[in-house]
């Protein structure tokens, strides 16, 4: 069996070498390309995820103060009900009632001395 080989010239030959040359670059910048992504998207993405959570905890800290506040009107405004209940009736509130008034009220307590309490929960956990 013969090999057929066509030589059209230094025209042909001219434009192959830019063709590979041409295809050798883009390989190149192709590789280097799945390596910025691979190497690179695995730092990044946890730095970016942390920026936007720590974004995140910032608006938290402004919705602790609205849910105290709300907290405070909710737990004061229920006791007077219960008061009010109580009197209206001649009777006391129920034991349960009174118990779960009390978690609700020390709850409040411990989110209104929650900046007293952080530093040192903090401090025994790091």
Same mark, same amino acid.
């Given at each position: 069996m013969a090999i057929q080989t066509t030589d059209h010239g230094p025209a042909q030959d001219e434009r192959r070498g830019? &063709? %590979? #040359?041409?295809?050798a670059v883009l390989a190149t910048a192709g &590789? %280097? #390309?799945a390596c910025a992504l691979c190497c690179?998207?695995?730092v990044a993405?946890?730095?970016v995820a942390l920026g936007l959570l720590g974004?995140?905890?910032a608006v938290l800290g402004l919705a602790n103060r609205i849910m105290i506040l709300a907290?405070?009107?909710a737990?004061?405004?229920a006791w007077a009900w219960l008061w009010m209940q109580s009197r209206r009736t001649g009777k006391r509130p129920a034991r349960l009632t009174l118990r779960l008034?009390?978690?609700a009220t020390l709850l409040l307590v411990l989110a209104l001395a929650w900046p007293l309490v952080e530093r040192p929960l903090l401090a025994l956990l790091l």
């Open positions: 830019k &063709a %590979v #040359g041409v295809t &590789a %280097v #390309g690179t998207l695995p993405f946890p730095a974004g995140g905890v907290g405070l009107v737990v004061v405004s008034m009390a978690v």
